[in-house]
C-alpha cells in the first residue's frame, strides 16, 4: 500500500472514530444482541424476540459478545461501534475520492465535505444515517461495501480482496449482493478485470475463511430456539405489504432512483471515452457504480410486483437496499473524477467549487460548526444536494470530454505558463479543508448530555428497578432498547416488525401476542398508529386482564411512557417513562 492510500485510510479513520465514539454516539442495537449471545441476558426458548436474536447472524455480535463477557460496559461498547460506524463511513468515501485523484488530502477532505454536507445520505427506502444512528447493520454494511468498492478502485487489492471475503460476516445480505455486483463486474469486462483483481484473490479466499469460521462460531455458540413452524414463510408477503416500509415499491421520482439513474450513463460515459485520464484501477470502480446502479433500477420495477410474486430469498435480501449503494457513493465520484484533472484550472477550479458548495448546503452540518461572524454575512443557497450533484456529474463529464477533444492541440508552453495559479488554487483549496476539518472536529458537539442520552440499569430509577426484577419485561409500543439498558428480557420489541423477516419462524407466536397483548392483528392493514393503538388498548385493560397476561407470558411489569395511565399500581416514574407492577 502507497502512502497517500495509507495515510488517507489512517486520518479518514481516525477523525471518523473519534466523531462517532466522543460527538456522534449512540446506543446500538447489535449490543441488545450480543447481550443474549454472551448470556447476559436469559430467554425462553419460544419467545420471538429472543429467536430473532440468535437467528441474526453477523461477526460484530461475536466481537461485543467477548467484550461484554470481559465485562465491557454497554454504553462503552455502544460507543465503541459507534465510533466504528464513522471510521468505515469516512474511509468508504475518502477512498472513492482517492480512487480517482490519487490525492490523499483531497480524499480525507471531499471524504470529510461529502460527511458534512449530508451529500451522501440520500437513502431509498432503507435511509442512510452516517452518524447519530442506532441501526449497527445498516450503517456499517453500506459503509464496509462501499469501502470495499473504494479499496479495490484504488488498487488495494489485498485489503479490498480481504474485505470483500468478509462482507457476508458483517452484513450477510449486502455480502450476497456485493458478491453479486463484482461477479457481474468480472463477467462484463472479464479479460481486463481477471488481470486488475488477480492479485485481490488469495485475500478474498482469506476474507471467506473469516466468513467461514463467523459462521462456525455463530452456529456453535448461539443458544438453541423453538423449532420453526413450518407454515411461517407464508406470512412473508403479508408482512412486507402491510409492516415493512423498506421493502415497498419506490417511485421514479424519489432523489435516490434519480441519483442512481444518473450514475450509470455517468459510469459508462467514463468508461468509453475517458479512461485515459484516471487511474487503472479505477476502471473497476466506475464499473462497480455502473452495475450498482443498474441493479437497483431493475429492482426499483421489480418491486412494484405484489409480494407474493417476488420469490422469498429475495424479499429477505431487501434488494431495494442496492439504491443506498451508489446514493452514498456518488458525491464522493464527483469529487473524484473532479480531482482527477487537478493538473488544469479547470479542474481545480472545479475541486473548489464544488468542496465550496457542498458545505454550504441547507442540509450541511457546517453551518453548526461555522464561526458566528462567518454565518452571519453567509447564506445558504436556495438549492438542494441532488441538484447540485447531478449538476457537478454534468460539469465535470463536460470538462472531461471537452479536454479529450482539445488535448491534442495544447502546448507544453501553455500548460507551464498556467502551472502558478493552478499551484495558488490547490493551496487555497488544501488550506480550506484543513480548516474545515479542524473547525468541525473542534466544534461539533452532541447536544445530549451523556447521562441522559445514555440512561440505563446503572443510574436511571426505572430501568434499575426494572432490572432488579425477575421474569418477562412488557414494553409499550414505541419504548426502544429496554433489554439493552435494563438486561432484562423483554416480551417483544414491538419497535421494528421488519425484523420477523430474518426470523420467519418466530411469526405465528409474534402474531399470537401482538393480538392478545397488544391488540394489533399483524395480517390486517392498521387503521391508525400501532403506538396510539397500543395505549388506547392498555389503558382500557381491567386489573384481572392484566393478571390474567402476566399468567399466561410470564410478564411481571409495564414499562410505559410516563403519560400513560394503566390500572396497575406504579412501581416507579421518572419524567418520560413509567414502570407498572402486575400484582
Not at 341 to 346: C, K, V
Not at 534 to 544: D, G, K, M, P, V
Request: glycine share 6%.
Amino acid at each position: 500500500m502507497n502512502d497517500g492510500a495509507l495515510w488517507t485510510l489512517t486520518v479518514s479513520g481516525a477523525v471518523g472514530f473519534w466523531l462517532g465514539a466522543a460527538v456522534f454516539a449512540e446506543w446500538q442495537v447489535a449490543v441488545e444482541t450480543a447481550q443474549v449471545i454472551a448470556g447476559l441476558v436469559k430467554y425462553p426458548p419460544d419467545n420471538p424476540f429472543y429467536i430473532y436474536h440468535v437467528r441474526l447472524w453477523t461477526v460484530m455480535h461475536e466481537l461485543i459478545a467477548v467484550l461484554l463477557r470481559f465485562g465491557v460496559w454497554e454504553v462503552t461498547a455502544s460507543k465503541l461501534v459507534s465510533g466504528l460506524l464513522i471510521m468505515f463511513s469516512l474511509q468508504a468515501l475518502s477512498m472513492v475520492v482517492y480512487a480517482f485523484s490519487r490525492n490523499a488530502l483531497f480524499a480525507i477532505g471531499g471524504a470529510f465535505v461529502a460527511f458534512l454536507s449530508r451529500a451522501a445520505e440520500i437513502g431509498g427506502r432503507y435511509p442512510i444515517s452516517l452518524a447519530g444512528t442506532q441501526h449497527t447493520y445498516g450503517a456499517l454494511g453500506l459503509s464496509a461495501i462501499v469501502l470495499t468498492a473504494g479499496l479495490l478502485g484504488s488498487g488495494r487489492y489485498r485489503l479490498g480482496g480481504l474485505l470483500l471475503g468478509a462482507m457476508p460476516a458483517i452484513h450477510p445480505a449486502l455480502g450476497v449482493w456485493a458478491f453479486a455486483i463484482v461477479a457481474l463486474c468480472l463477467a462484463s469486462g472479464f479479460s481486463q478485470m481477471r488481470v486488475l483483481l488477480r492479485p485481490a484473490l488469495p485475500w478474498f479466499i482469506a476474507g471467506c475463511v473469516v466468513t467461514a469460521s463467523s459462521l462456525i462460531v455463530h452456529l456453535a455458540i448461539a443458544p438453541a430456539a423453538a423449532p420453526a413452524d413450518p407454515a411461517a414463510a407464508d406470512y412473508l408477503p403479508t408482512l412486507v405489504r402491510l409492516w415493512d416500509g423498506h421493502r415497498q415499491a419506490v417511485p421514479l421520482t424519489h432523489p435516490a432512483v434519480y441519483l442512481n439513474l444518473a450514475a450509470v450513463p455517468l459510469a459508462l460515459t467514463w468508461l468509453v471515452f475517458l479512461t485515459a485520464k484516471l487511474p487503472p484501477a479505477s476502471v473497476f470502480l466506475l464499473r462497480f457504480v455502473a452495475v450498482s446502479g443498474g441493479l437497483a433500477i431493475a429492482f426499483v420495477f421489480l418491486t412494484w410486483a405484489p409480494p407474493e410474486w417476488i420469490p422469498d430469498v429475495v424479499q429477505i435480501l431487501m434488494p431495494l437496499r442496492l439504491l443506498n449503494i451508489v446514493s452514498m457513493m456518488f458525491a464522493a465520484v464527483v469529487l473524484g473524477l473532479t480531482g482527477a484533472y487537478q493538473r488544469t484550472m479547470p479542474g481545480q477550479l472545479g475541486m473548489l467549487a464544488l468542496a465550496l458548495t457542498l458545505l454550504l448546503l441547507p442540509e450541511s452540518q457546517f453551518w453548526s460548526a461555522m464561526p458566528d461572524a462567518v454565518r452571519r454575512v453567509l447564506e445558504a443557497p436556495p438549492v438542494d444536494r441532488l441538484t447540485v450533484m447531478l449538476a457537478a456529474a454534468v460539469a465535470v463529464t463536460l470538462h472531461a470530454l471537452i479536454d479529450r477533444r482539445l488535448q491534442p492541440r495544447q502546448t507544453p508552453g501553455r500548460a507551464v505558463e498556467a502551472r502558478h495559479p493552478i499551484r495558488a488554487i490547490a493551496a487555497i483549496r488544501n488550506v480550506l479543508l484543513v480548516s474545515v476539518i479542524v473547525l468541525s472536529v473542534a466544534s461539533l458537539r452532541d447536544p445530549w448530555p451523556r447521562a441522559l442520552k445514555f440512561r440505563d440499569r446503572t443510574h436511571d430509577p426505572v430501568f434499575s428497578a426494572a432490572a432488579a426484577a425477575d421474569g418477562l419485561l412488557l414494553t409499550a409500543n414505541g419504548v426502544r432498547l429496554a433489554q439493552l439498558k435494563t438486561r432484562r428480557p423483554v416480551l417483544i420489541d414491538t419497535s421494528g416488525f421488519d425484523g420477523l423477516v430474518y426470523s420467519l419462524e418466530a411469526a405465528p407466536r409474534m402474531i399470537h401476542i401482538l393480538h392478545d397483548v397488544y391488540e394489533i392483528d399483524l395480517l390486517t392493514a392498521p387503521t391508525e398508529p400501532p403506538v396510539e393503538s397500543n395505549r388506547r388498548a392498555w389503558e382500557r385493560y381491567s386489573r384481572e386482564r392484566w393478571q390474567e397476561i402476566g399468567r399466561t407470558y410470564g410478564v411481571t411489569q409495564v414499562l410505559t411512557f410516563r403519560d400513560w395511565h394503566l390500572r396497575l399500581p406504579v412501581a416507579v416514574e421518572t419524567a418520560d417513562l413509567r414502570l407498572y407492577q402486575i400484582p
